[in-house]
């Protein structure tokens, strides 16, 4: 699913150079639900962006299901995103105004899906996260477990193979919480895998593996 | 791109209305002082440029004068008098001449139907109604030739004359007595501007043919001259010309200012006309800096509303999104914005210039609003105008949406 040789990332603020990832190489199979964790500042995040395509790695190569992402372009990021990724975000990142059936709609717009099958979908995905009710309210309507749950409808919305999760429960209650990572466990049953930083070593325990960074290095 | 696109950019701008209402605002209101500052500004050179008209642009007066010089042992201060000869004579030695009038008047009682009134009574050629631009209203005519020649006793009337004496009732083929002497009404001044005047206003005056005003008044000389040459760069000549040919007959010095008052109006027109321009490409220029002082403005209004959505870029190039629905995006809200803005700008000044136009305005007053209450909305402003914005409105929005989708995802997700 994701292979990793000798990543690398580099910040460069003026004289200042801070490597923020040093040499990371990893491989993930497909299925495989894991969680990466270490102190703040050693680069979970910089790691997962860049896995996630939102960000390039200053060195190294990346394959992300045999495809070199190495050399791609925006635009060509953007659809690789769009069709194999899923995003989870600590802050859930809804858009204000647009309600939860328009926050889930969204990425199937940006690849033209027909107006059956995204009705079809969205209807699928809010059943599946018990959030029919609540389609038509927007998120500041909506408690911090609901909004994470129409971010997890929203990151499924094209059937990506890869979820990638930055702190999903950092804002939520640990009840809540384990209430997300049921629904990662269900996600992973159906072959998806999933990365998921966290800081927590209870929600870490609903995945098979952790990869410990420390400096930008795994340990 | 696709049609659903479309229709969900439109969605998230209708719920963002309030956001975009300040923009809107400002385009609203900038297009509707700039419309109006070029509407009323031309109104106002226009109206100038009619009431010049009303007294006549293409004007030169012969007067009576007094001598200001001695001239060959002759001393200053002779009276120089004019006569209907002397006509004949300024025709027949300058060829530039195209039309020639006298004109003489005085006040006369004149009464009619009953009602009687004191009112200037000018004796004319009948090349003075072209001259001093005197249409009749429909049905009537101005003064002939044939009653030049014959000595017809027949009258022209100013519109304010035929209001008073025939109230509300059509004058032409009516009977006017004139110092004892019934003249039959053959035509009515129909309603100008006038601007500048002499002895009160045309509406006022009865016209009559001079051989017949002659009759009725005891005096030999003539009051002035009205002379229009062929051509209007040849003004100057002309009026050098006649005191050149009446020095000679009158025994004054032509360079002699006072000895003949001349009132060159076409030198005049071509000063005010100078004037006109002027206030027109001052308007323009104001109305061009305050374009731009707004377009700058409504750039930055446009770069915050993009700032302020810098996450949600984020978030949609995370789900996603490609630059040129980042662009497109943002364009097309600036096109809508402005295009909703500057049709309200249109709209409301277009409205505010007919109904300004349809304030009545009174000819002999001749005050301040005749200037003022006649603007001219005019599709060439308007085409400018829209050019000039057009262009303002893709730069305006072209930088902001190039600029957010030069984005890196990663900070705008971070952006607080
Ligand atoms: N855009 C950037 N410019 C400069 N330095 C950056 C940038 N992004 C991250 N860094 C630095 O890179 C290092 C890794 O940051 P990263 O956000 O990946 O840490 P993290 O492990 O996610 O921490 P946390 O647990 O606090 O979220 C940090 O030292 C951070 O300051
Ligand atoms: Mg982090």
């Known amino acids: 699913m994701i292979e990793m040789e000798r990543i690398s990332k580099v910040y460069r603020m003026g004289e200042v150079r801070l490597e923020a990832l040093k040499e990371i190489s990893l491989r993930i199979e497909a299925a495989e639900f894991i969680s990466i964790m270490g102190p703040s500042g050693s680069g979970k995040s910089t790691l997962l962006n860049i896995i996630g395509c939102l960000d390039t790695p200053s060195g190294g190569s990346y394959f992300l299901e045999e495809k070199n992402v190495a050399g791609l372009g925006f635009d060509e990021l953007s659809t690789v995103r769009n069709r194999k990724i899923g995003f989870v975000f600590q802050n859930f990142n809804l858009l204000p105004y647009a309600t939860t059936y328009e926050n889930i709609e969204l990425p199937m717009l940006f690849n033209g899906r027909s107006g059956k099958r995204r009705r079809e979908r969205v209807r699928e995905l809010l059943e599946m996260v018990g959030l029919v009710e609540w389609q038509h309210h927007r998120p500041s309507e909506l408690s911090g477990g609901q909004q994470q749950r129409v971010a997890i409808a929203r990151a499924l919305a094209n059937d990506p193979s890869l979820i990638l999760a930055d702190e999903p429960t950092g804002n939520l209650d640990s009840k809540t919480g384990e209430e997300i990572m049921g629904l990662f466990v269900k996600l992973q049953g159906q072959g998806r895998t999933i990365l998921m930083v966290t800081h927590d070593t209870h929600i870490a325990s609903y995945s098979q593996r952790t990869i410990q960074l420390l400096d930008g290095r795994i340990v | 791109m696709r049609a659903q696109l479309f229709r969900y950019f439109a969605k998230e701008l209708r719920k963002r209305k309030k956001k975009t209402a300040l923009v809107t605002f400002a385009i609203t209101w900038g297009t509707l002082s700039i419309l109006l500052l070029m509407s009323f500004g031309r109104g106002l050179s226009n109206s100038f440029r009619i009431s010049f008209k009303g007294l006549g642009d293409n004007l030169i007066m012969v007067y009576r004068g007094q001598t200001s010089k001695d001239y060959h042992g002759l001393p200053k201060g002779r009276r120089i008098m004019i006569y209907p000869r002397d006509i004949a004579l ?64 027949v009258a022209f009337i100013g519109w304010n004359m035929a209001e008073n004496l025939f109230p509300g009732e059509n004058p032409v083929g009516r009977t006017i007595v004139i110092s004892r002497v019934p003249f039959t009404v053959i035509g009515v001044m129909k309603k100008k501007l006038q601007n500048s005047s002499y002895q009160g206003f045309d509406a006022d005056h009865a016209y009559i043919p001079h051989s017949t005003f002659s009759r009725i008044h005891t005096q030999l000389y003539i009051d002035r001259i009205h002379v229009q040459p062929k051509r209007r760069e040849d003004n100057q000549l002309v009026e050098r010309r006649i005191r050149e040919i009446l020095g000679r007959k009158y025994r004054f010095d032509p360079e002699d200012d006072y000895a003949l008052g001349i009132w060159n109006t076409i030198e005049q027109a071509e000063e005010a006309e100078k004037g006109f321009r002027g206030v027109e490409i001052f308007l323009a220029i104001i109305g ?15 770069y915050a509303l993009v700032k302020e959505r810098t996450r949600e870029i984020g978030i949609k190039m995370a789900l996603g999104a490609r630059r040129r629905h980042i662009i497109l995006q943002f364009l097309l809200e600036t096109v809508f914005i402005f295009s909703k803005g500057m049709f309200w700008g249109a709209a409301v000044a277009y409205a505010i210039v007919r109904l300004t136009r349809l304030v009545p305005i009174s000819y002999e007053l001749s005050g301040i609003q005749t200037y003022l209450l006649r603007p001219i909305f005019s599709l060439d402003i308007l085409v400018i105008f829209l050019a000039i914005l057009g262009t303002l409105v893709f730069l305006s929005g072209i930088f902001p949406a190039v600029r957010a989708s030069r984005l890196n995802p990663v900070e705008a997700l971070r952006y607080e």
Do not use: H, K, Q, W
Request: charged residues 20%; contains cysteine; aromatic residues 6%.
């Open chain 2, 90 to 153: 300024l025709s027949a030695l300058i060829p530039e001449i195209g039309l020639v009038s006298p004109e003489s008047n005085d006040y006369f009682m004149i009464t009619a139907a009953g009602r009687e009134t004191n009112r200037n009574v000018c004796g004319v050629g009948p090349a003075f109604g072209v001259m001093r631009s005197m249409i009749a209203e429909s049905g009537g005519r101005f003064i002939n030739e044939e009653d030049e020649r014959t000595a017809r006793r």
């Open chain 2, 288 to 302: 061009g800096l305050t374009l731009l002082i707004g377009a700058v403005g409504v750039t930055n209004l446009m």
